[in-house]
């Protein structure tokens, strides 16, 4: 769902066909059609956009959001975002893997999880 100006649409939604049926273009083109399924994937990003994504999925009040964010940095940028991962609530449902490039080891919170695990 777009909020005029700044982050405002989501990566991926899924929108029922009754509501693609009462939308007209402009709606759909602006993204103005609640979407009761969104999605925002990410890859290395750090503290302020993982917030940034978590707060967009409260204002829109999304009934079934989803972050999933992928990490393969060493840097500490991602213990930062790890630990943010960690701590994200309900009802933002997380995917989150890291593969440490230097040694092969991951670290992963799956669906459903209450927190990040080797």
């Given amino acids: 769902m777009h909020k005029g100006g700044g982050r405002g649409l989501f990566d991926l939604v899924v929108l029922a066909p009754t509501q693609l049926a009462r939308a007209g273009?402009?709606?759909f083109r602006d993204g103005r059609i609640q979407a009761p399924i969104a999605v925002e994937l990410g890859l290395d990003y750090g503290l302020e956009h993982l917030r940034g994504d978590d707060a967009k999925f409260r204002n829109s009040r999304v009934r079934h959001p989803y972050l999933v964010h992928l990490a393969r940095a060493s840097s500490g940028k991602?213990?930062?975002a790890e630990h943010f991962i960690a701590g994200v609530a309900a009802p933002v449902q997380v995917a989150y893997a890291h593969h440490h490039?230097?040694?092969g080891a991951t670290r992963s919170r799956h669906l459903g999880a209450a927190s990040?695990?080797?």
């Fill in 78 to 80: 991602v213990a930062e």
């Fill in 116 to 118: 990040v695990t080797a």
């Fill in 25 to 27: 273009h402009r709606q």
């Fill in 101 to 103: 490039p230097g040694t």
